[in-house]
């Protein structure tokens, strides 16, 4: 038990109903928790712990692995009827100490919504830096199995006449992945790291490509390539992901150049949503950067910021504190 009279163990199957009871009041009972319960519980590396008063479960936490040493928090949530305080610092508390027993470890990151000041206030005060802002474009299809109500216009793909088609790239193949990622995630597009479903992998310690991978090509008449996307789909929070995305374009003030853009662009946000929407996927995210152009061509494919830009926050424990995790600041 700490000081607050919470005591904290690693969740089991039989805690998902109070999981699931707590999650219901999450996002307007929009929680990806519903989703991630079987694995998180089930994983061997990572801690999905409980805040208990008493018998009865107040919070949670989940500490993971995006790479080898690299530590990741998430799904920290707090029931906002157990009438009590100082939940969240304590999961969060909880957490580290759990990684004060890591070896070799590199880095431990979190991220954060923007418009949530008690989580961004809280960690802050333990000590956690913020490393990097994006903007998270959303949109919702029509069709969902889940009801919820759709939002962003589908992508309409370009027709024939206009010279422009969409070719998958096999994300085993060594040369055209290379040249993929030499693209897209060697530059600004990611700053690092491939961000997807609010989590940042590093790519200093993780594959820029996975081998499921759906990845696509923009090609003109003349067999150019005009544009790439990288996409994923991710069933532990129901959701197909952009990862990258960019267009060829040299001359971005060009009228001509701008048709090409878009038509490009429209042809792979197209290709990509057919895609997953054939495979059972309603809700579409990328989390953009703000580059020129790219977030105006989510914009134009039906993609929504949600309050504001520059929303998706990325968090980092300072390294050098990495040695004195067994006292959190």
Request: glycine residues 10%.
């Amino acid at each position: 038990m700490d000081d607050n009279g919470f005591c904290f163990r690693p969740l089991r199957a039989s805690d998902k109903a109070a999981v699931m009871a707590i999650s219901a009041k999450i996002w307007e009972g929009d929680d990806y928790l519903p989703h991630s319960f079987d694995d998180w519980v089930s994983d061997p590396d990572g801690l999905f712990n409980g805040c208990f008063v008493g018998d009865r479960l107040v919070g949670f936490g989940r500490v993971g692995f995006v790479a080898p040493g690299h530590a990741w928090l998430e799904g920290l949530r707090k029931d906002p009827d157990a009438g009590v305080s100082g939940v969240g610092r304590a999961v969060a508390v909880e957490g580290l100490r759990f990684l004060s027993g890591v070896h070799d470890l590199r880095s431990i990151r979190f991220s954060a919504y923007a418009h949530n000041p008690q989580t961004i206030a809280v960690n802050e005060a333990l000590g956690f830096r913020r490393a990097g802002a994006w903007s998270i474009k959303s949109k919702r299809l029509p069709g969902s199995a889940d009801g919820k109500e759709a939002f962003g216009a589908p992508a309409v793909a370009p027709s024939d006449r206009s010279g422009v088609s969409v070719r998958r790239v096999d994300p085993l193949d060594a040369s055209a992945a290379g040249r993929i990622r030499a693209a897209l995630t060697t530059g600004p597009w990611a700053a690092g790291f491939r961000l997807e479903s609010w989590k940042a992998y590093p790519l200093e310690a993780s594959p820029a490509i996975r081998e499921d991978d759906l990845i696509l090509e923009a090609v003109g008449s003349d067999g150019s390539v005009l544009g790439r996307l990288i996409g994923s789909l991710d069933p532990l929070k129901a959701q197909a992901n952009v990862v990258a995305f960019g267009l060829e374009s040299s001359s971005p003030s060009d009228a001509s150049s701008a048709s090409s853009d878009g038509l490009a662009a429209a042809a792979l946000f197209a290709a990509f949503e057919r895609i997953a929407s054939d495979a059972g996927y309603a809700y579409f995210e990328a989390i953009a950067p703000g580059l020129a152009g790219q977030r105006e061509a989510l914009d134009a494919c039906g993609y929504e910021s949600w309050e504001s830009e520059d929303d998706f926050l990325l968090y980092e424990w300072p390294a050098e504190w990495l040695g004195e995790l067994a006292r959190p600041r």
